[in-house]
């Protein structure tokens, strides 16, 4: 079985200030990574994911991400966060194949402040 | 959402009350899940179908059941709700490949 720890609960940072959100995997199976980041009052959109391959992977707007298997770390990055950023953030392990149960961790509640 | 919806989004029942939420796809991907967001939990998955008819169980699944009649339809029912019921559902879909899943909009129960 995997299990997900999100470490900071809450995060505040200032506009254009880097930010970092922790994510902890366990799990005795290769998995598949993802974040997840939740505007609110709506749904979850993918971030983005790390199947295999190159342990750096990056989204669309910026924010990147590092897959570390011996620290079991999936930690994700901005070197210069927006307002439009504020929302919580998931991290989430599934195994490599099947119905790709996801597991999610508790969430972090990214807050910029101007 | 693209291709997900749900219904209703806001819902408010007494205790003991029976309830369906519905989640709905045009996508026609064979996977989909309900899950219950609770703050300090995340989302926690209730229950799951990898195809028609065919369903199973999630790590919160007491209280709740499934049905699958067609590819494009997934309901949740909570026989007789319950306070502890009051969460955020959201449903989602994916296809057996490596591209995570889309999430519905969610529906927000209340149970008074």
């Known amino acids: 079985a995997q299990s997900v720890t999100q470490l900071d609960s809450q995060v505040p940072v200032f506009e254009e200030a880097p930010v970092e959100l922790r994510c902890n995997y366990s799990?005795?199976?290769?998995?598949?990574l993802f974040w997840y980041v939740q505007y609110p009052n709506q749904g979850l959109q993918l971030l983005l994911k790390y199947l295999s391959g190159s342990t750096l992977v990056e989204s669309i707007n910026g924010f990147e991400a590092e897959f570390n298997k011996s620290q079991t770390s999936f930690h994700l990055r901005k070197p210069s966060v927006h307002i439009s950023d504020t929302a919580e953030y998931f991290c989430?392990?599934?195994?490599?194949?099947?119905?790709?149960?996801?597991?999610f961790g508790q969430g972090t509640r990214l807050t910029i402040n101007p | 959402d693209a291709g997900i919806t749900q219904s209703p989004r806001h819902k408010v029942t007494e205790t003991g009350t029976p309830v369906t939420l519905r989640c709905h796809q045009t996508?026609?991907?064979?996977?989909m899940y309900w899950y219950r967001q609770d703050p300090g939990h995340g989302l926690r998955l209730i229950h799951y179908s990898y195809g028609v008819k065919d369903t199973d169980k999630g790590e919160v699944s007491d209280g709740y059941s499934v049905s699958r009649s067609k590819t494009e339809d997934f309901l949740l029912t909570l026989e007789s709700a319950t306070s502890s019921q009051t969460s955020v559902y959201f449903c989602?879909?994916?296809?057996?490949?490596?591209?995570?899943?889309?999430f519905g909009s969610g529906t927000r129960l209340t149970v008074v």
């Open positions: 989602a879909i994916s296809e057996p490949t490596d591209s995570g899943y889309t």
């Open positions: 996508e026609n991907h064979r996977y």
């Open positions: 989430a392990v599934s195994g490599p194949s099947g119905a790709q149960k996801l597991v």
């Open positions: 799990s005795s199976v290769s998995v598949y």
